[in-house]
């Protein structure tokens, strides 16, 4: 029985750090991160990395305001902020796009369209929380 409860509290260890753990689905790449994939996905030359890392600069502050008040934003706010985030997306993509060779171009348009994706097949709505805001 001793060993039993051992084992158990040993399991339930095991499960709360694996919890506690950063990382999983819900896990943002710095920027930094996103940039290092991008650079090796698409081949970028150095020209183009300064350029890349110049159009994020251009467009980190309002990303990371927008990302602030969605936050804490209720549901009908996040619906209001969500198309000027999608406007600022779509902006810094053609941006980048504008700076790629066509072969780079067809890759980087792949590779938003596998993200975009991902991101329809994540939750859809009336799925386990689908069309609700996690925590509400």
């Known amino acids: 029985m001793k060993k039993l409860y051992v084992l158990f509290v040993v399991l339930m260890a095991t499960v709360g750090m694996s919890y506690a753990q950063p990382g999983g689905q ?42 602030e008040q969605m936050q804490s934003a209720t549901d009908e706010k996040r619906r209001e902020l969500f198309p000027k985030m999608r406007e600022q997306m779509e902006a810094r993509n053609k941006d980048i796009r504008a700076m790629l060779t066509k072969e780079q171009a067809e890759k980087f348009d792949e590779m938003q369209k596998a993200r975009q994706d991902r991101m329809n097949n994540r939750r859809a709505p009336g799925e386990r929380g689908g069309d609700q805001r996690p925590g509400r």
């Open 26 to 67: 819900g896990q943002r790449w710095s920027q930094e991160e996103r940039d290092k994939r991008l650079i090796e996905t698409l081949g970028l030359d150095e020209a183009q990395q300064e350029k890349l890392t110049a159009i994020n600069k251009k467009y980190e502050k309002s990303f990371t305001e927008l990302r």
